[in-house]
């Protein structure tokens, strides 16, 4: 598929892109009203603000440019992901909470080759207070499962019309850690598990951003991605967090890091303020990828924003 060439006549149109738009409907209300039905609470996103994700030094980090405009004579960054408000929301406000939240991350254009990035899409991005891994694997694997179930039952024939055969999860998913999968597959691990599974994976310990829970005597880092079966790919990243201060504000200035961005949390740190959480955010266009089985992440947007690649529209 040429994703270059963009006809909106034909793609809007298009029974597929419906049958695609109609399976993403199912999906978000099934995962929505899994959530409400656990107590969460809905947050709207924001957009603007002067913290975002630094995004460094995720393995996975390729920003090709940082988008900061002024607004009211002060500086402030689009949203690259929600993490530093979650925490602080999780922390005064509810204790469980999500929200459907866009993020503008102008990946290198190179990437509109993987067929897994966008530079505007968004998560399923949530955060619960005092929560651990576990209790974070078991609600994905539980609101997953039910997300492709519901989409098997009430959307049978757009499934039948991409030629879509979708396996019903088995849960637990297999968990495995980063440094065995690299031993055994090299740096490629995550395509290499991706293809060979039939069902999700977790992968845990990955040395990345600041905010996630790294414990300092042994190495480990109490965090995880969700790969998906097929060759799709990481669907989802998360963590325990840090709430310390101190050593939020060393891990800070290890990756060389504006303090003055994360000024707020680190001062409700410093007061004792930032409860412990676990969270994590799921990719929303990668994970209807997946369940309507497409070559190119950009086929699930009406308005693909395929790095690179600027439509009229
Ligand atoms: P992250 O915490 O950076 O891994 O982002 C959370 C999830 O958002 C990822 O696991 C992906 O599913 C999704 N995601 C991240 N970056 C992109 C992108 N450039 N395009 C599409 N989805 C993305
Ligand atoms: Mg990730």
Request: net charge negative; aromatic share 8%.
């Amino acid at each position: 598929m040429d994703m270059q060439v963009v006809n909106l006549t034909d793609r809007l149109g298009n029974s597929k892109m419906m049958s695609i738009l109609r399976i993403q409907t199912c999906l978000l209300k099934s995962m929505v009203d899994y959530l409400l039905s656990r107590g969460f609470v809905w947050i709207l996103p924001i957009m603007l603000a002067k913290s975002t994700d630094p995004l460094w030094p995720d393995p996975s980090y390729s920003i090709e440019k940082r988008v900061e405009v002024e607004i009211y004579g002060v500086k402030v960054k689009t949203m690259q992901s929600m993490i530093v408000h979650k925490r602080v929301l999780v922390s005064l406000g509810p204790e469980k909470i999500f929200i459907l939240s866009p993020n503008i991350r102008i990946e290198n254009r190179d990437r509109h080759a993987t067929g897994r990035h966008l530079y505007e899409f968004t998560q399923l991005d949530l955060e619960v207070a005092y929560a651990k891994m576990n209790d974070i694997f078991r609600l994905f694997e539980e609101m997953i499962k039910k997300a492709v179930e519901d989409v098997k039952k009430e959307r049978r024939e757009d499934l039948e019309l991409l030629e879509r055969d979708l396996k019903i999860p088995s849960t637990p998913f297999r968990v495995y850690k980063r440094g065995e999968l690299e031993e055994k597959y090299g740096a490629n691990w995550e395509e290499i598990i991706s293809i060979e599974s039939v069902d999700p994976v977790w992968v845990t310990d990955i040395p990345r951003q600041f905010y996630d829970y790294e414990d300092l005597e042994t190495g480990e880092w109490r965090n995880y991605d969700l790969i998906l079966p097929e060759g799709h790919g990481e669907v989802l990243s998360g963590g325990e967090r840090e709430y310390e201060y101190e050593k939020m504000l060393a891990k800070i200035r290890r990756d060389n890091l504006n303090i003055e961005d994360f000024k707020a949390i680190l001062e409700l740190a410093r007061r004792g303020l930032l409860r412990p959480s676990a969270g994590a955010g799921l990719g929303v266009e990668r994970f209807v990828k997946y369940v309507c089985g497409l070559k190119h992440i950009g086929e699930v947007q009406p308005f693909p924003r395929i790095p690179g690649q600027v439509i009229d529209l």
